[in-house]
């Protein structure tokens, strides 16, 4: 018997965790976001969210450059090997 209590009392549970019912009521921010991306102002969209998307694009791109630099150094580097005496 008292594994069907807990089977029942699993079976309440589960109805409420899965419910479709919110306790808690969000904004719809999706008509700001489009506004905001959608706007002609000679962004390119990849920077549109503001200083964040600025600072990360910058040092990815910094991040890119300087192994490339080193990618070209090694390969001068293996380019020319050392004289053995």
Known sequence: MN???NFLALHQI???TI???SGRQFENTVPKKQKQFQEDN???V???SGIADALLY???MIL???RMAYAIFELAVAS???KQD
């Open 14 to 16: 589960t109805k409420r």
């Open 3 to 5: 594994v069907l209590q």
């Open 46 to 48: 990849h920077l549109k």
């Open 80 to 82: 020319f090997p050392k």
């Open 64 to 66: 890119i450059v300087g």
């Open 42 to 44: 000679g962004i390119p």
């Open 58 to 60: 910058r040092a990815t």
């Open 19 to 21: 419910s479709t019912a």
